[in-house]
């Protein structure tokens, strides 16, 4: 069983950066493709990125291309999303889990909101 803990969130001016962390627990972490999810008020969950096992390998949302960056250190157990270039409209709660995603693993997420 993995539990996922993420931080890291708050609150940011437009144009602003900010960098997620998701702490994972459980040996089996590292053998995991992991991604980060946000959902805004009123929205539906959205997929965001996503990193592969070994972090050869990434994917991203259209709308966070370039400005997004997702990475992971296996030692640590940890997940990592770099934000930058922030806009009002990424404003909402993140969340990590396996990729794809694991109804068991879904943590509390930490909020991102970024004022005009």
């Known amino acids: 069983q993995v539990q996922l803990v993420e931080s890291g969130g708050g609150l940011v001016q437009a144009g602003g950066s900010l960098r997620l962390s998701c702490a994972a627990s459980?040996?089996?972490?590292?053998?995991?493709?992991m991604g980060w999810f946000r959902q805004a008020p009123g929205k539906e969950r959205e997929f965001v990125a996503s990193?592969?096992?070994?972090?050869?390998?990434?994917w991203y949302l259209d709308s966070v291309k370039g400005r997004f960056t997702i990475s992971r250190d296996n030692a640590k157990n940890t997940v990592y999303l770099q934000m930058n270039s922030l806009k009002p409209e990424d404003t909402a709660v993140y969340y990590c889990n396996k990729n794809p995603p694991s109804v068991d693993y879904w943590g509390k997420g930490t909020l991102v909101t970024v004022s005009s």
């Open positions: 990193i592969t096992w070994s972090g050869g390998g990434t």
């Open positions: 459980g040996r089996t972490f590292k053998w995991y493709a």
